[in-house]
């Protein structure tokens, strides 16, 4: 099994650290009371059509307000409950996507993003495959995304995994391409269906 990374935010001694685990119990609670959400960024073509829409997660904290996502994420890891907070997210994006199916085309697809611990655990491919039966999703409506960072220096078992998904019929994307040490030979090897260049390397395109 994959280590978790040493703790930077819950063993800090200062006021960032009394903050952030205070932060973490709230997060936890709001989880476990449904209080978090999901909002979708649509993904649209050239021509203005719609082809997919983005899960993107949202806390807002009764006294903090909007906590960022990557800092949740990140305490929710720190504190041993990311894959709970996967689930959730997995479940949520699902059960939306049931819902919206009658109003979209049949290949939009809704994408959701991922880090390399949960793909590195048996238990996500569990709950992917569980949250698909749950509501009746076919695979190829659903795109799991992971970032040029997080799929390089990922393990042995991510890049299985990433297999095992691309088996299912799920699509993968890599997000962020062009921010690393990128090579093109990657994307041969994990076999990505998607390539969202990052923004800096094509906002003067035009």
Request: aromatic share 6%.
């Amino acid at each position: 099994a994959q280590q978790s990374p040493p703790p930077v935010l819950l063993t800090r001694t200062d006021t960032v650290g009394n903050m952030s685990r205070s932060l973490a119990v709230d997060l936890a609670d709001d989880l476990r009371k449904g209080k978090l959400q999901l909002v979708y960024q649509p993904q649209v073509s050239y021509n203005g059509s719609l082809h997919g829409a983005e899960a993107l997660l949202r806390w807002n904290h009764p006294i903090c307000g909007p906590i960022s996502p990557p800092v949740a994420l990140a305490l929710a890891e720190e504190a041993h409950f990311e894959e709970e907070l996967a689930a959730w997210i997995l479940d949520r994006a699902f059960r939306d996507l049931g819902f919206l199916r009658a109003e979209i085309s049949s290949d939009t697809t809704f994408s959701v993003n991922d880090s390399p611990r949960q793909l590195a655990g048996v238990i996500f491919l569990r709950n992917l495959k569980d949250a698909m039966a749950r509501h009746g999703i076919k695979p190829e409506l659903i795109k799991i995304e992971i970032t040029e960072k997080d799929a390089l220096s990922g393990t042995r078992m991510t890049l299985q995994q990433m297999r095992e998904i691309r088996k299912l019929g799920i699509k993968l994307a890599m997000d962020d391409f062009g921010m690393g040490h990128s090579s093109l030979m990657y994307l041969k090897e994990y076999e990505f269906d998607t390539i969202k260049i990052d923004g800096a390397l094509v906002k003067e395109l035009l």
